[in-house]
């Protein structure tokens, strides 16, 4: 049977969302550190905003786990945040996107929910060549949005998308280490393949890659050893996830009024990894909270 309790609790916090305040923060969330690449264009895009994260890194990575899982992960998170009284969801994970975001929708109508996208519109653009890689988890190239969207810009644009799983990639990304032999090895062994197949643009379809930008310049760069006529795009799609956001705020009459602003940070694993996300993703002076959850 139903937990009538849970219902009714759901039912009041989307009662209570209908009023939702102009100041209210807004959630963020992704199975570790890698939604802060993408809490970095929030935060520079809308400034006077609060924002509360959360890095799910007990349950880290998402690409290992099933739908079922993802869906009850994404829903315990969203009602965490709803006790928080956010005003807005900003699911900063494609994978957790690819598998929860319809269902989260459905359940909180009353709640502004941005779910990650990978960049294929904005890559075929991009290309000259209309061979464009993307860089992303097992799950997320399996998911049936991913394969509905790259099906639907490869007709209308006449682009090839190539896919290519990255795994292991994020486990070592969360370790910290950026710099790292290992994760140069596997940069090598994902990159390589797609350049061999003559692509111009590479989409980071997880939103960890963008913390190895650096690192995926330095393979892209070996490969072609110098060769600086060779030019590879990277799409990086925090941008327009936060360009996003701020319209529909606008459009709900949802923007702060605030002159100041405030981020909390809450993590089922290590408050260092995180912190060390949060410095190296945000500018010296940035103040900012990290408390340790179990939910």
Do not use: W
């Amino acid at each position: 049977m139903p937990n009538t309790q849970n219902k009714l609790s759901t039912s009041s916090l989307q009662a209570e969302h209908k009023h939702a305040d102009s100041n209210a923060p807004v959630g963020v969330f992704d199975s570790g550190i890698g939604g802060v690449s993408v809490l970095r264009h929030l935060r520079e895009q809308l400034p006077n905003e609060d924002f509360l994260y959360f890095a799910d890194t007990a349950f880290a990575p998402y690409g290992e786990r099933s739908n079922e899982e993802l869906i009850e992960r994404s829903i315990r998170i969203t009602e965490f945040f709803l006790q928080q009284k956010i005003k807005a969801l900003v699911i900063a994970c494609n994978t957790a996107t690819a598998a929860a975001v319809a269902v989260l929708r459905t359940r909180y109508p009353n709640l502004i929910i941005i779910g990650m996208e990978p960049g294929i519109k904005p890559a075929a653009a991009q290309s000259s060549s209309k061979i464009v890689g993307v860089l992303a988890t097992k799950s997320t190239l399996a998911s049936e949005k991913f394969t509905r969207l790259s099906q639907h810009v490869s007709l209308a644009t006449q682009t090839e998308f190539i896919s290519q799983a990255c795994v292991g990639l994020v486990n070592q990304i969360e370790l910290g280490d950026l710099k790292s032999e290992k994760i140069l090895d596997l940069l090598r062994l994902y990159v390589h393949p797609l350049l061999a197949q003559n692509v111009d643009t590479i989409v980071l379809g997880c939103t960890h890659y963008p913390f190895v930008a650096p690192q995926i310049d330095q393979v892209i760069q070996e490969y072609f050893a110098g060769d600086s006529k060779r030019q590879i795009h990277i799409i990086d799609t925090g941008e327009a996830v936060a360009r996003r956001l701020k319209q529909q705020l606008l459009d709900s009459n949802l923007l702060s009024k605030c002159k100041d602003s405030s981020l909390v940070s809450y993590t089922t694993g290590s408050v260092y990894t995180l912190q060390l996300a949060l410095n190296f993703n945000h500018n010296s002076t940035c103040v900012f909270e990290i408390q340790k959850i179990i939910i």
